[in-house]
């Protein structure tokens, strides 16, 4: 059964730091693409980062700078971390992975239950 276990989340003033981990279960995770998605309060599920297996790295305008994706296969581990926080970042933050199975076959996602940040002074 494939498990995504996000954690780090919390209360943070802005200008803050938080390393949010992904702890992933029942998948190859050095097969899979890892990505951190983040939905605040009525707006939609949007991609925050995302690193590939070979891990070339890919972030979304708002949190280039500030935000660093990386991965730690031996430790089935992906991580978010996230220095000078804005309010803006307040969302729900969410470990998605993602395989290719082939050229003819959509990707297969699989997410995890989501961790919340919240950034307020």
């Known amino acids: 059964q494939v498990q995504l276990v996000e954690s780090g989340g919390g209360l943070v003033q802005p200008g803050g730091s938080l390393r949010l981990s992904c702890v992933a279960s029942?998948?190859?995770?050095?097969?899979?693409?890892m990505a951190w998605y983040r939905q605040a309060p009525g707006k939609q599920r949007e991609p925050v980062a995302a690193?590939?297996?070979?891990?070339?790295?890919t972030y979304t305008d708002s949190v280039k700078g500030r935000f660093t994706i990386s991965r730690d296969n031996n430790e089935n581990t992906a991580y978010l971390q996230m220095n000078n926080l804005k309010v803006e970042d307040t969302a729900v933050y969410y470990c998605?992975?993602?395989?290719?199975?082939?050229?003819?076959?959509?990707?297969?996602?699989?997410w995890g239950q989501g961790t919340q940040v919240t950034v307020s002074s």
């Open positions: 690193i590939t297996t070979g891990e070339e790295t």
């Open positions: 998605n992975a993602r395989i290719f199975p082939g050229l003819e076959v959509s990707p297969l996602d699989y």
């Open positions: 029942g998948i190859t995770m050095n097969l899979f693409a």
